[in-house]
């Protein structure tokens, strides 16, 4: 008995000293922390090695040097208090007594006061601190998502003062913010030479990811009739801004198409853009989840209708966005093509409103970043860095917004001639017998081919500017003997470069290292990765010297293998390890309090650290600027090396980069399903500005079969760029490969050729206005919402309608044929549809393709090269519309100058139908080559009654004749000089 009684007499004053201990310790923390949050509730605020409390409250977070183990000493404040509510105005939401949940229960504000009778829950109808009461105000497809990373819980959700509310739907965020929470007006809009400008006020609720900007300015532009600029940014810190210059015009513009106003009744700011003639809300942001911290920004609007396109890059499985709560990243990224995050960033959408109006909206921003669509409709775009710069284009037709869109960002650029020719390359080309055998089927079949790649087959050692003088001895010579033929040969290059050779060894290298032109790490040392050749250094392009040594370096090259464009890949830029060395830092650079929904939400998986350093920052800032940057050099050195116009194309792109490269989508995988996503892709990157793009035909990744690289050459022939090529392993697929796919590729090919002073045309209107070359139907068609899903037909320009076959085994399309009169561009028959669905058969060997009337294609007698085919007559299709009149153009060149629209070095003449007569008129002829062409024949059709007479320049002409089934009229061996004017009737 005794000895229990010790025992427990032991135990108790253990049990005391443990008590004293506690309360010691509680006694510090509480004097030592400014807010009183137990520990196991906290959120760590500096989860990276190295925290201080310098650190931490730079971060606008707690420090507490906390005693007790593996809690966090920096810590976001949860118990802040958002209400401006003086202390002695409260009134009590809670006299029964209760906790904080039962006082947000009541829609009201708990906030702890030490002064004796003061209320803790009181009512605010201004602010909110969430809770777990569903709010009548808020509509499930309004929710702004309050805990967008992954492991959403209920106590997560209310520390951060959001709503928890379960959801029976499908994708609904549980966990979403206030209407309340965001920024307040502070003060008065005040007028600026440019537009408007006023100050916001952050409403004090619980950071998110902490360093929240408590002042932020928005800054309102009158750019033109059509654009607008709209940009919030922090005042008291300079933040990145892409160096992608949009011309600011100095005074505002007197009478757009918009109106930009500011709420401020509601309990936090917003702003809403106006279409003036409708009425209609383009951009509207009162549906709040402002939000503006050093690595997190956001902002949503409502759209003005759920006819969503755009944002890019991914292989997207319709055109027609899903609004359903779906979420696209973007940040540059090596990637076999899927829906993730792929190899540009392209953060601009266009809208088609309920009137048929379109408009667009780019937002400027290089960081990581994702966008959310949801079925209000709405959007919610979130990044991790820079400001929020918002472009608004007016339109109002779809084209018209792509016009705008790169009349601010810069015009594409004007690709030569030859480059509209097929195409042919792979990576496995083991020799340069491979090279020929390839060639030599090409030339067996007759099959046009303009030009010819090398990948990194070619190089020594896979090493950028050079060639392997053993399995491709005699490269210098074959190009030349190509070059004869009519067909060109373009490298590629890669900008990793090997940098383990001594010096004097490896040009490229050396140069690099004088000029100290490489990416460095964060202590100022060379970045190296690991790529094709092995470990390397990254040029930085944003560094004015590395044009230096990429045009020396293009130069030197030229002199060893005449190539005519330079293709550009891996410039993500493209990583074999997962950062510096295979490691990043403990850092928020590389490892962000945020990532967005990027592949792996890691930020250097296959790429550099973030926290590396260009000429133009950070990483972080402009990792995804990566190929935009080196497309800017890439161009210059092409043209300096050759002498000529040429050009280059890019893996990575970015708003703006079209000035300088073009693009092909990728990595593709060879299936019946990726080949009709190509199509999207195709129209979509015309959309962003890059009119010359296509997929790799018949795939890239995996082996291929005959009848999917026979559909995919008959689409092929109708991409804008037309190329053929596969990756190492996979068998042969170039179209000699089968004897049929080798025929059906050269008779769809001779369509194509003929038609490339059409598409020629085209590429000339996108160059200097801005227009598209492939665009969906609805671009046309704006007011038939039948078109606005469809993305299994594309046109050229306005004129060629293209229902090609995408699923295999399948011998007929089921073709939409809008409002218009369509004909066969076979044999100008008329299309069985109007306004309506119709089935047109398509056999294997067959790619339906209807002309529209009301438009006058020009065409040319096709070749196996453009060399030859440029020499040899040309002519015109007219298809009449139902007024029996058309309206057609051809620019003309020498296809390879530089600048000779700019130069005045082209001719560009228009045709028109009146009255059963077509006639010429020649607007500019600065170009002599023309002098020496001559248009050949003339098919016309829509003619609505049997032709009896033809007259040319006003002359009886017997060289015509007329389809007795179809009406179509041919009239043949006409002879008419380029150089001068016509006119041809039919009576």
């Known amino acids: 008995m005794k000895k229990g009684i010790r025992n427990f007499k032991r135990e108790m004053i253990f049990l ?32 990276w090695t190295g925290a201080s409390q310098g650190a931490c409250e730079a971060r606008g977070c707690v420090w507490c040097d906390d005693v007790q183990a593996g809690l966090p000493a920096c810590f976001y404040n949860d118990a802040v208090c958002p209400s401006e509510i003086p202390e002695g105005d409260r009134t009590d939401c809670l006299p029964e007594g209760g906790a904080k949940p039962d006082c947000l229960a009541k829609s009201c504000i708990w906030c702890e006061s030490s002064t004796p009778g003061v209320p803790w829950c009181f009512a605010d109808s201004n602010v909110s601190q969430g809770g777990s009461l569903c709010p009548a105000s808020i509509v499930e497809s309004e929710r702004i998502d309050c805990h967008p990373e992954p492991g959403a819980s209920e106590a997560g959700c209310l520390k951060r003062g959001c709503y928890w509310c379960q959801s029976p739907t499908p994708s609904v965020p549980w966990c979403f913010a206030p209407r309340q929470n965001g920024y307040r007006l502070r003060g008065s809009v005040t007028d600026t030479p440019k537009g408007f400008t006023a100050t916001l006020e952050r409403v004090n609720t619980p950071s998110w990811y902490g360093a929240d900007a408590q002042t932020i300015s928005i800054d309102v532009e009158f750019h033109t009739a059509e654009r607008l600029r709209i940009k919030i940014s922090d005042p008291n810190k300079s933040r990145f801004e892409v160096p992608q210059p949009i011309e600011s015009p100095p005074n505002k513009f007197p009478n757009p198409l918009y109106d930009v106003t500011f709420d401020t009744t509601s309990p936090v700011f917003g702003f809403r853009i106006v279409r003036r003639s409708t009425g209609a809300v383009i951009f509207d942001t009162t549906i709040g989840g402002l939000q503006f911290s050093d690595q997190f920004l956001q902002i949503a609007t409502r759209l003005d209708s759920s006819t969503l396109y755009g944002f890019g890059e991914h292989e997207h499985r319709t055109l027609l966005h899903d609004m359903n709560w779906k979420t696209w990243a973007m940040y540059s990224r090596d990637q076999a093509v899927t829906d993730s995050n792929l190899y540009g960033v392209h953060p601009f959408y266009l809208n088609v409103e309920t009137t048929s109006n379109a408009h667009g909206v780019l937002i400027l921003n290089s960081n990581a970043q994702e966008v959310t669509l949801s079925p209000a409709p709405a959007i919610t775009y979130r990044t991790i860095g820079g400001i929020l710069d918002i472009y608004a284009f007016l339109g109002p037709t779809p084209d018209n917004v792509v016009q705008q869109y790169t009349e601010a960002l810069g015009r594409p650029l004007m690709v030569p001639y030859w480059s509209l020719g097929f195409q042919l390359s792979r990576w496995g080309y083991t020799t340069l017998n491979d090279v020929r055998d390839a060639v030599n089927r090409m030339r067996q079949y007759d099959i046009p081919h303009d030009v010819q790649y090398g990948d990194i ?32 040969f373009v490298i590629i290059l890669d900008p990793g470069i090997y940098n383990a050779d001594a010096p004097g060894v490896y040009p490229p290298l050396d140069q690099g290292n004088q000029l100290g032109i490489w ?5 100022g040392s060379y970045a190296g990765g690991e790529v094709w050749p092995g470990p390397v250094y990254y040029p930085d392009f944003t560094n004015p010297d590395t044009q230096t040594w990429m045009t020396q370096q293009s130069v030197d090259f030229m002199q060893l293998v005449e190539y005519a464009a330079l293709w550009i890949d891996m410039n993500e830029p493209s990583n074999f390890v997962n950062g510096n060395g295979g490691s990043c830092a403990s850092n928020p650079l590389n490892f962000p309090p945020y990532t967005p929904a990027i592949l792996d939400r890691s930020m250097f998986t296959k790429t550099l650290c973030p926290d590396s350093i260009q000429a133009a920052g950070t990483l972080y800032d402009v990792h995804s600027l990566y190929g935009w940057s080196m497309s800017k050099q890439t161009l210059p050195a092409a043209r300096t090396a050759t002498g000529k116009r040429s ?38 990157f015309n959309m962003f500005g890059y009119p010359y793009v296509g997929p790799d035909i018949c795939g890239f990744i995996g082996d291929t079969t005959e009848q999917l690289c026979q559909r995919w050459q008959q689409v092929g022939a109708f991409y804008p760029f037309s190329r053929n090529h596969n990756s190492e392993g996979a068998i042969d697929q170039d179209p000699g490969m089968w004897p049929e796919v080798a025929r059906v590729t050269r008779e769809t090919l001779h369509i194509r050729y003929t038609l490339l002073p059409f598409l020629y045309t085209l590429m000339h209107k996108a160059h200097s206005e801005g227009s598209t070359v492939v665009r969906p139907l609805f671009f046309e068609f704006p007011s038939d919402g039948t078109t606005y899903s469809i993305d299994d037909q594309f046109l050229w320009g306005s004129a060629l309608l293209v229902s090609p076959v995408l699923t295999q085994d399948t011998f007929s399309v089921n073709a939409y044929f809008p409002d218009s009169k369509w004909y066969s561009y076979y044999d100008g028959s008329l299309a069985p549809g109007r306004a309506s669905f119709a089935t047109v058969d398509a056999p294997l060997d067959f790619i339906p393709l209807h002309v529209r009337g009301g438009n006058i294609l020009p065409t040319q007698q096709p070749a196996n090269s453009t060399m030859f085919s440029r020499t040899l007559p040309m002519g015109l299709i007219v298809a009449l519309d139902d007024f029996s009149q058309a309206n057609g153009d051809l620019f003309w060149d020498d296809g390879e100058s530089i600048d000779t629209f700019e130069g005045g070095a082209y001719y560009f003449a228009t045709y028109s139908v009146q009255g059963g007569a077509l006639s010429s008129a020649i607007q500019h002829n600065g170009y002599s080559g023309v002098n020496s062409l001559f248009i050949g024949d003339v098919r016309v059709f829509g003619i609505a009654f049997t032709v009896s007479q033809v007259t040319v320049n006003s002359a009886p002409y017997s060289s015509w004749s007329q389809n007795e089934v179809t009406g179509q009229l041919t009239i043949s061996a006409l002879n008419l000089p380029l150089s001068s004017t016509f006119s041809i009737q039919w009576s």
Not at 31 to 38: D, G, L, M
Not at 519 to 523: C, G, L, P, T
Not at 659 to 671: E, K, V
């Open 519 to 523: 990416v460095k790490n964060a202590d």
């Open 457 to 488: 087959d070619y190089m020594h050692a896979k090493k950028d500017f050079t060639y392997d003088s053993v399995n491709y001895a005699g490269l210098p010579q074959y190009v030349q003997e190509l070059k004869q033929q009519g067909t060109r």
């Open 647 to 684: 050009m280059s194309f890019s893996r990575s792109t970015f708003p703006g980069s079209g000035s300088y490269a073009q693009h092909w989508l990728g990595d593709n995988f060879s299936n019946f399903a990726v080949l009709g996503y190509s199509l999207i892709g195709t129209m979509e």
């Open 16 to 47: 005391l000293q443990i008590a004293a201990i506690y309360l010691s310790t509680v006694g510090r923390v509480a004097a030592q922390c400014p807010v009183n949050i137990p520990g196991d509730q906290r959120r760590d605020c500096y989860p």
